[in-house]
Structures are given as structure tokens and as C-alpha cells.
């Protein structure tokens, strides 16, 4: 089946029930935002005949796939949403964008350029970052909102061994993401040391930015190239049946869905080669071979299950084998989106609205600390970890940090 065949196809499955409108994290809280059915399906039929619509509501989606996850019919609405953006761009539709937001998503979307700049110092980065008259002159100039939560910046993760897939035993490939390599370098090294402490040699290409930034900005082509990157840094892996691993759900969702769609070696193999770090610790479990030598850990967690986590269609395997250790009492919140959608909440127009978004979810955050149900919260997500913390004051970590406490392994 051609492009425009399952283009075709995929829109007539459509069957106008509202509940992608319904769901909709920025529909709920932005009245002007029509909603995903109108700006992707309904929308689409226009396009289809050639008639383009105003394009300005095309950049309030913010990729969090709820649309996709809640169609009973498996619409891929957001995929529709992006190929209208990309198009518009194309044509020199840029409806509402000025030079400045132009700028600034040229700046948002270079999530490896800055994090190499970032991490040559990143003390200096972070106190050059906290200063609020620089704040203000961010949000002045390139329209970043001042009290956005700007991750901070750390010394960078490196990459490790090119390994050979050829003669390995156990071999697993890592993927760390910008945000780990950037930002979260011991959490990479906590992922390494789980795989390592369950028999696999884990290998860190030298990889680049899985791309998600760039399709949010709108460099399509940009994103796409350096999938390409990607997957030839991958191929021999994939090649040798080596499974490829994520703790980011962003990373982890591009690979598994829009890395299949790139004309690259690999690509026709990366889609069923790619898991979640829960997911692949679960499989393990299930063929019993995951070492469940636990020891005690009395903590009670919060857990935030990830837009971009629940769009894979894996359930929340983090959530079942941490209920394996003893002692570990998880509270699955099931509040919604956290409202920060990659680089969506730093932006100054859009910072109030991922606010209101993520406010359901810091409400109960902040009451199930204070009526005692959890101690801290835990999620997957990077980027949902900084957004939780900035809205409600309670401590987020990644849930690989638990399971380091129950194998009693350290990154050092």
C-alpha cells in the first residue's frame, strides 16, 4: 500500500465519537484549541482536496499521543497533525510564528548542541541559567518562559565499548537519550549497572539525538537525518538479533515508531528490537531469568505513567516489577499528562497553559504526600520528572534507582 493509500485509510477509520477531543490534555484546558479531531481528521479531508486551513492551530498539539492511545479505531491522528505542520513549513505556511518563536525552535530543538555546550561546564552553565536577569532576557529574546524548569546540566555520560556483535553471549545495546547524557549521567550509569548485575555486556554507541526534539520544533528533516545516524550506528546490532534498550519512554517511542519509517539499513528491524528498560527486565522475569535476589527496601512511591510510555502499549511494567521487592509500595496516580510535552512548557505562551495541564497531576501529588499514601514519585521520564517536581515540591527519580537499592549495587 502507497503513502496516499493508507493516508486514505487510516482517515476513513475515523469514526467521529469525540473521545481524542475529549482526552485531550491542551483541548481541556485551551478552549481555542479545537481538538485533535478537528485539526487532524476533520481537518484532513480538506487537505486531501487541496484546501489548507489555518495552520496556527497545528502548533498547539503537543505530541503527548492521548489522542492516538484513547481512538478505539487506532487513528494515528498526531502523525496526521505533524505531516500538516510539515507540509504547512513546506509551503511557507507559518501561521502565528514569528521570527522570534522561529528562533527559538531552532535553539528548543538542538537538544545535543546545547547539551554539548552545556556539559563543557556545567557548574558555570547552571549558575549562568539561575540567574533571574538572564531568565528574563531568555524570555525577552528568544521567548523561553522565565519560570520554566530548566533542567540542569551535569558532567556528560559517555559512550561505551563498540562491543562485537558477532562473537557476543549476552549483548544488549543501550540508548541514554539527551536527557541522561546531558542532564542524568548516574541514571544512565544505574540503567548499565542493572543490565550488567543480570549478565549483559551493555554497549553505548556514540549516538545523537533520537530526533524527538526536532519533529517537535518542526525540523522534520532534521529529525529524520539523524535517525538515519542512528540506525547505522545500530544496524550491526540489529543485524546480530542484539536487543536495543531505553529508559527514556520519548526515545523508546521514536525508535519503535517513527525510526521504522526512515529509508535506512535497519530500519525494517528496529521497530521489533527496541524495549523499555521495564519491559525488557519484565520479559526476563517471566522466562526466569531475571535475578530476583532482593533485598528490602520500605519505600512507599508515586508513580506517573508517561504520555509516551502509555502510546507504546506496554501497560506500565515498572509499576509490576517493582511491586516484586519487598516492602515497595507503589501508588499508580493515573493523573493525566504532567503538561510540559518536551519543549512545549518553556515556551512564554505556552508555560501557563502546561501548568494548567499538569495540575491535576501535582494536585494529587501534593495530597497523597501530605495524607501519607506515598513518600516520593517516581516516573520513566525525564523531562516528566523535572515538570512534577517544578509543580509540586516532591522529589521524582527514575524507578531503575529502586531497583538499584533492591540488587544493592551502586554506580561507582
Not at 531552532?106 to 541559567?129: C, D, F, H, Q
Not at 529524520?224 to 536495543?244: F, H, I, S
Not at 529508559?247 to 525510526?259: I, Q, V, W
Not at 513518600?375 to 520528572?385: D, K, N, V
Request: charged share 20%.
Amino acid at each position: 500500500m502507497d503513502f496516499e493509500q493508507d493516508r486514505v485509510k487510516n482517515l476513513d477509520a475515523c469514526i467521529k465519537c469525540s473521545a481524542c477531543t475529549a482526552q485531550c490534555p491542551v483541548a481541556a484546558v485551551y478552549p481555542l484549541f479545537p481538538g485533535p479531531k478537528s485539526v487532524g481528521p476533520d481537518a484532513e479531508r480538506f487537505r486531501l482536496e487541496g484546501l489548507e486551513l489555518d495552520s496556527k492551530c497545528l502548533n498547539y498539539c503537543s505530541n503527548c499521543k492521548t489522542c492516538e492511545v484513547t481512538c478505539p479505531s487506532g487513528v494515528k491522528i498526531t502523525e496526521m497533525i505533524l505531516r500538516a505542520r510539515e507540509k504547512a513549513q513546506q509551503t511557507g505556511q507559518k501561521d502565528g510564528e514569528t521570527i522570534q518563536h522561529q528562533f527559538r525552535d531552532l535553539v528548543l530543538g538542538r537538544a545535543e548542541y546545547l547539551g554539548k555546550l552545556g556539559t563543557i561546564w556545567p557548574s558555570m552553565t547552571n549558575a549562568v541559567l539561575g540567574i533571574s536577569l538572564m531568565r528574563s532576557l531568555m524570555e525577552r529574546t528568544l521567548g523561553i518562559g522565565r519560570q520554566a524548569p530548566l533542567p540542569a546540566y551535569k558532567p556528560k555520560f559517555k559512550a561505551l565499548g563498540a562491543g562485537n556483535p558477532a562473537t557476543a553471549r549476552k549483548q544488549v545495546v543501550y540508548f541514554p537519550g539527551c536527557f541522561v547524557t546531558y542532564n542524568d549521567a548516574s541514571t544512565g550509569k544505574a540503567v548499565v549497572k542493572v543490565l550488567e548485575h543480570n549478565g549483559f555486556d551493555v554497549i553505548v554507541p556514540s549516538f545523537h539525538c533520537c530526533g524527538v526534539p526536532l519533529q517537535a520544533t518542526g525540523h522534520f528533516r532534521e529529525e529524520r537525518a539523524n535517525a538515519r545516524k542512528n540506525l547505522a550506528l545500530m544496524d550491526p546490532y540489529l543485524q546480530a538479533n542484539v536487543p536495543v534498550i531505553t529508559a527514556c519512554t520519548s526515545c523508546g517511542l521514536a525508535l519503535k515508531e517513527e525510526y521504522p519509517k526512515v529509508e535506512a539499513l535497519g530500519a525494517e528491524r528496529i521497530g521489533r528490537q527496541v524495549y523499555d528498560l521495564f519491559e525488557f527486565l519484565w520479559g526476563l522475569h517471566e522466562r526466569g531469568e531475571l535475578r530476583e535476589e532482593f533485598q528490602e527496601v520500605s519505600v512507599s512511591l508515586g508513580y506517573h505513567a508517561p504520555c509516551h510510555l502509555k502510546a507504546q502499549g506496554i501497560g506500565t511494567p515498572a509499576v509490576r516489577l517493582l511491586r516484586l521487592i519487598p516492602e515497595v509500595r507503589v501508588n499508580d496516580l493515573d493523573a493525566g499528562c504532567c503538561g510540559l510535552s518536551g519543549s512545549f512548557g518553556f515556551k512564554q505562551e505556552r508555560y501557563d497553559l502546561a501548568m494548567q495541564i499538569g495540575n491535576p497531576l501535582f494536585s494529587q501529588v501534593k495530597r497523597g504526600v501530605a495524607e501519607g499514601d506515598f513518600e516520593t514519585m517516581t516516573t520513566e521520564c525525564g523531562g516528566c520528572q523535572v515538570q512534577i517536581q517544578h509543580g509540586s515540591g516532591i522529589k521524582t527519580e527514575h524507578p531503575v534507582w529502586i531497583l538499584m537499592q533492591a540488587y544493592g549495587i551502586t554506580t561507582e
